[in-house]
């Protein structure tokens, strides 16, 4: 089975611009969730997508948002870019009702300058 | 609120035993899991603790005691390839997945 794929996996925007990064999950995998890793800040959630609802969310500004599309597709939007947003975003699939294991793809590293 | 805390480094040497352990603060979680993150890599899952006690899966060992709001994640016969960044991430009820901050883990030949 193909892993979870994301693309571009490298970005470069300047503060003001907006962005979209696209995740395929594992087939199969209903389940999408979202997360920013940075040095600082550690792996932080984003948000949960579940048969095309998003399931929950974490502590992030509404610049932040997404979407899951019919098969199970994800993307995830950031308008307004800002510095602090540079980071390494993060997706990852699992089966319903295994959340506890989740697959991670490589990741999209996005730099705001 | 909810808060994870695991050492930042460990180093080990080559055919050791390491134990990484995580305290966590949390109103209410199904359980505990163990990430594994080479330098430049993705995490990958590497256990889950639902209930109290230890779970093996070859090398890697993981234990939870729900009383006393910790875990551990054991690592025997340590190898090169095993020097990563560990996290161990608690899956909390409303389906809010929070990670620790992270051990790195040093093995030394």
């Known amino acids: 089975k193909a892993g979870v794929t994301q693309t571009p996996r490298y970005l470069i925007k300047t503060r003001g611009q907006q962005v979209t990064l696209s995740c395929s999950p594992i087939?199969?995998?209903?389940?999408v969730s979202w997360y920013q890793q940075t040095p600082g800040q550690g792996l932080q959630f984003l948000f949960e997508y579940f048969s095309e609802t998003q399931r929950n969310k974490g502590n992030f500004p509404g610049r932040f948002s997404g979407r899951q599309f019919s098969n199970s597709r994800s993307e995830m939007n950031v308008s307004t870019l800002e510095l602090g947003d540079s980071a390494l975003y993060l997706c990852?699939?699992?089966?319903?009702?295994?959340?506890?294991?989740?697959?991670f793809g490589p990741g999209t590293r996005l730099l705001v300058l | 609120g909810q808060s994870l805390e695991q050492p930042s480094e460990v180093t080990a040497v080559e055919g050791a035993i390491v134990q990484i352990n995580c305290t966590y603060q949390?109103?209410?979680?199904?359980?505990l899991s163990w990430y594994q993150q080479h330098d430049g890599g993705a995490p990958t899952f590497l256990s889950y603790?639902?209930?109290?006690g230890l779970e093996e899966t070859g090398r890697f060992s993981s234990f939870l005691s729900r009383s006393d709001s910790y875990g551990y994640l054991l690592l025997q016969e340590l190898q090169m390839k095993d020097s990563a960044s560990y996290f161990c991430?608690?899956?909390?009820?409303?389906?809010?997945?929070?990670f620790g901050p992270g051990t790195r883990l040093s093995v030394l030949p």
């Open positions: 990852a699939s699992s089966l319903e009702g295994r959340t506890e294991t989740q697959y």
């Open positions: 087939s199969g995998h209903r389940s």
């Open positions: 949390t109103s209410g979680f199904y359980g």
């Open positions: 603790n639902a209930l109290d």
């Open positions: 991430a608690v899956w909390e009820y409303g389906q809010n997945f929070v």
